[in-house]
């Protein structure tokens, strides 16, 4: 097309998820290739989304977490939520950008970091390290980041014949407090130090 109309729906959107959500790893399904659109938020890389997003419900789980579609093992993101993974020494882990959406949320947790006396870090992260950290309990907790969820707890992953628990499976007090501390930027309790506040109305 030569001409676009590009056109903005805007809703309210209640709070959901904030009592933890458990991931569905899926094997069959990827989200977006390298060379693709997965780093933008168009349509279609949500229609591509449904087939696995009802695996997961089937599974008895809230939403999917998609692995990269090399085969690689390595964690991207959930289906409209990027993931942080915070480790016993300190650090605020995400996967690194490329296949994925470089969500505005995302940025706001990793510039936050620092006031949380967290190391932001972005790099790859396989689903055998996720798995086994959270076993012998160095990552203890780890959060879904996205514009609609602000920061959720994942409190549990499940798989094709496996399952495992995040901490002792309940949301892991850093991400409480990174959760609070941004819905307190946006609703002006709290100072905007970064400057993300614009008045629209
Ligand atoms: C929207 C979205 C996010 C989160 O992005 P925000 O800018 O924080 O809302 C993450 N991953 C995907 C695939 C998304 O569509």
Known sequence: ARQVTYSVIATPSGSYY????????SDQYTRAARGGTGAAKC??????????QAEAQERGCDQVLYLDSAGEGKLEESGTMNLCLVTSDGRL?????????????RDSVLTLATDFGLVPEERA???????????????????A??????VTPVVAFKGDGYEFAIG????????MALREHV?????????DTYGWM????
């Open 18 to 25: 904030s009592s933890g959500i458990t991931l569905w790893v």
């Open 43 to 52: 349509g279609a890389n949500y229609a591509a989304g449904l087939a696995a």
């Open 93 to 105: 882990v995400t996967p690194a950008l490329g296949t994925i959406l470089e969500g505005v949320t």
């Open 125 to 143: 992260v396989t689903l055998d390290e996720l798995r086994s950290r959270a076993q012998e309990g160095t990552i203890t907790e780890v959060f």
């Open 145 to 150: 980041v996205g514009t609609a969820v602000v």
């Open 168 to 175: 002792n499976g309940t949301p892991g007090k850093q991400t």
């Open 183 to 191: 819905l307190d930027i946006q609703h002006g309790r709290a100072k």
């Open 198 to 201: 614009r008045r629209v109305i």
